[in-house]
Nanobody
Framework: QVQLVESGGGSVQAGESLILSCAVS????????MFWYRQAPGERREFIAS????????NYADSVKGRFTISRDNAKNTVDLRVDSLEPEDTAVYYC??????????????WGQGTQVTVAS
């Protein structure tokens, strides 16, 4: 069974930074692409960033370009999202999503449970 677990959320002041991490576990798991999304209260879930782990290429939503950075941390075996210069409008639940090949299962997308980020002005 594949599991995604996010961590690193919290309550911060505007202008501060956070590093969100997403760890993937499971039997003989290969992760092809990792995504980060967020969902603010009353809003639809929106794409923020993606990282193709094979090609090493990253993509970002226009709304976060220059402030958010997605990267792989080989030491922690996680894919992280560094969020800088946080604004109150960044307040949301942040979710990771991964396209994964697990033993005996067709490749598919999996979601984590989310981590809350709250930014005070």
């Amino acid at each position: 069974q594949v599991q995604l677990v996010e961590s690193g959320g919290g309550s911060v002041q505007a202008g501060e930074s956070l590093i969100l991490s997403c760890a993937v576990s499971g039997n003989s798991v290969s992760v092809f692409v990792m995504f980060w999304y967020r969902q603010a209260p009353g809003e639809r879930r929106e794409f923020i960033a993606s990282l193709n782990l094979g090609a090493g290429t990253a993509n970002y939503a226009d709304s976060v370009k220059g402030r958010f950075t997605i990267s792989r941390d080989n030491a922690k075996n996680t894919v992280d999202l560094r969020v800088d210069s946080l604004e109150p409008e960044d307040t949301a639940v942040y979710y990771c999503n991964a396209y994964v090949q697990a033993a005996g299962v067709q490749p598919r997308y999996y979601w984590g449970q989310g981590t809350q980020v709250t930014v005070a002005s």
